[in-house]
């Protein structure tokens, strides 16, 4: 019984794709054939990894510093980051809990890795970044998404949590600021959620790659899951966008001391270690230099939020709650037909504005949504504007 | 019910650390303290990066090639990597084809995932890469081991992999040249075994990173699955060690045309894209002055290889057959003793020379065999060598 081609493992049936990177293939092909698009679409910065991170990127490569790292991470990153959680937070991590990845996508794996067993069940949000439900698939678990919306603020609640536990369920996942929706999870309202998951001895794994990335009038960053200090939470960070570092794959992990352990014996499978150029680089991170400039970035996405919003909800785009973080406005699309994924293939095509359809997120209402990214300049987001009001005008 | 930390999912039980890693650990601990260690433990090279290589990612840097790519990797570098293969190998590989992979490491993962669902057997070679085995239980597949000594060149033949084939087997992994043997698979071996597994609709997985580092006296590299271009063949490479570019982390794989989309799906979960400086880097790789620098690293392995060898002979290691690649040495330690992890551990403390214990590569004969990577200078190895007469004299 040859066959012409290898077959497929069952898992990947239940994979589907990361749809924002597909849609930047497409974005991509049409800008090859002379388009101009205006990029709304995908979850990266638009601005420069800050000079200083670069400059010790550069000098880690002329030292030669390009070998493995031990697989938690270089030690004295490892440090830098602890300090920068008692700088940034008041928080007080010991550098022992604290692991280096290769990007919060290595985190995700490694936290789910080293805590979900096979039919178990993880509760995460709908909508929520698109990966998470595809991780836990990957290791043969099962996804419980619980609907979130504007009345809920687009994140879970420790009642919800409650509702919907099950015997065969392991933990939840949160994130805050959350993608796509950008709303923060209220800190008291983690605290509960923390509550049920320690009660039921599961693990609460809490993505704040966000948290430098919020608005509040304050200017201060959100508490942190950190503060908790429990037991049953894994944090997972990441410097991709806070610290504009995309393309480095460079990320971290905050665990309970009891999993450090087992976070290295799997890191040491299946990463061997992470980036060593990376590592060296993002020591800079944290240097007075480096944090001067992601405060402009900061202030500039914030500009950029406050710009997009009131144009788009007078699109007839609905934004019932002004996001406080992330880089992401989550929009009611209904007034512009009952299918965005329609709708962003032709505003693509026929506007040449890229944004996201709300099916990359989950199935609660993604038919009737839309993900706009302020990833790109000022300019840009006033010409995609003007390109939506051209392209309605029409409709 | 409440615990004082998070549950492990059950599958960590059956992951073991990679001692290797551990080891160095260890070492590099002695060494902090003023010891000076010989390093024949790790399977790292010992010689930089290629400087053209460095130059062009500190060019990337320079010019902010520090965001995403797609998940397949550069296209140009996909390219370059399949003009490779035809310069390299006489292989007309498309560059479709070819993934760019956050090193061989990912790229197992990758290969694994697409294929194997959970509860299937895959072969391998025992001893063989460590983490092989890990990659597999991590799925929730199966290992099956089959034992391998020198009468069997220390890989598997068609026979063997006919005999251990049952219903629930998947496929079947080889190496060559073969960690920690340093043996080649004979290509026709290779070539009946694909007959096997193509019989039985499986996945052939060929590890090819040390495919640039054999000794052979032709100076041609030894031939690759590659010009089966085989259905039912999936051949893993890497940057890491022909390349010298281990702490970069990257690689590539080739597989079949109907897995490319499998592939891509699971990568933007996984890893969203390789490293992004990384991939500029190995831009330059391909270059006749990277391949002069590579010729003269492979020239001086070889010296290394047949220095030490006969040295080891001398000292009643036995290494029946003499290895035609990669950096290793396997040899058999009964007259050292019965527990060459215990060994290991005396010549790290008591002689200060690290070596790796049988244990790491499988359980077959694992007491009775020691690996010795030639990653050092030749004086370190004549050193290392003066350190294991000395030490034996006192045994």
New interface residues.
């Given amino acids: 019984?040859?066959?012409?081609?290898?077959?497929?493992?069952?898992?990947?049936a239940q994979?589907?794709?990361?749809q924002v990177?597909e849609l930047l293939?497409q974005a991509q092909q049409l800008e090859q054939n002379g388009q101009e698009i205006v990029h709304m679409e995908?979850g990266?910065p638009d601005f420069?990894?800050p000079a200083p991170i670069?400059h010790a990127?550069?000098q880690a490569?002329?030292e030669?510093?390009?070998?493995?790292?031990?697989?938690l991470g270089l030690p004295q990153l490892r440090e830098a980051i602890a300090a920068f959680h008692y700088d940034y937070h008041q928080t007080n991590i010991s550098p022992e809990r604290v692991i280096i990845t290769?990007?919060a996508?290595a985190g995700l794996?490694l936290a789910l890795?080293?805590?979900?067993?096979?039919a178990?069940r993880m509760i995460m949000s709908d909508p929520g970044y698109?990966?998470n439900r595809?991780?836990v698939r990957?290791l043969?678990g099962e996804v419980d998404s619980i609907a979130v919306g504007a009345d809920q603020h687009y994140q879970l609640s420790a009642d919800a949590v409650r509702q919907q536990w099950q015997e065969q369920t392991r933990g939840v996942m949160v994130a805050s600021p959350a993608n796509p929706c950008g709303t923060l999870l209220p800190f008291d309202e983690l605290k509960k959620i923390e509550k049920e998951v320690?009660?039921?001895?599961?693990?609460l794994i809490v993505d704040e790659i966000y948290n430098g990335l919020s608005y509040s009038d304050s200017g201060h960053p959100p508490a942190t899951a950190l503060t908790l200090n429990s037991?049953?939470i894994?944090t997972i960070h990441s410097f991709s966008k806070q610290f504009?570092?995309?393309?480095?794959?460079l990320g971290w992990m905050v665990v309970?001391?009891?999993?450090v352990r087992?976070v290295?014996?799997?890191a040491?499978?299946?990463?061997?270690?992470?980036?060593?150029?990376?590592q060296y680089a993002a020591l800079a991170a944290f240097s007075t230099e480096t944090l001067t400039i992601l405060e402009q970035y900061r202030q500039q996405f914030r500009q950029r939020r406050d710009f997009l919003l009131p144009q788009l909800r007078q699109l007839d785009f609905q934004i019932p709650i002004t996001p406080e973080g992330a880089f992401y406005l989550y929009a009611n699309s209904e007034k512009w037909g009952d299918d965005s994924r329609r709708l962003s293939q032709r505003l693509l095509h026929e506007a040449g504005v890229a944004v996201t359809p709300g099916s990359d997120f989950g199935s609660y209402r993604h038919r009737s949504h839309l993900r706009f990214a302020y990833t790109t300049s000022l300019e840009q987001l006033e010409l995609g504007v003007t390109r939506l009001k051209q392209f309605r005008e029409k409709l």
């Fill in positions: 019984m040859t066959t012409t081609s290898a077959p497929i493992s069952r898992r990947m994979i589907s794709p990361f990177m293939t995908v990266e420069p990894t670069v990127g550069q490569l002329a030669g510093n390009t070998r493995y790292t031990p697989a290769s990007g996508s794996l890795g080293v805590t979900l067993s096979p178990e698109p990966c595809n991780f990957f043969g320690a009660a039921r001895d599961g693990t037991d049953h894994i504009c570092m995309t393309g480095w794959r309970p001391a009891a999993l087992e290295e014996k799997l040491q499978n299946l990463y061997i270690s992470p980036s060593t150029p990376a």
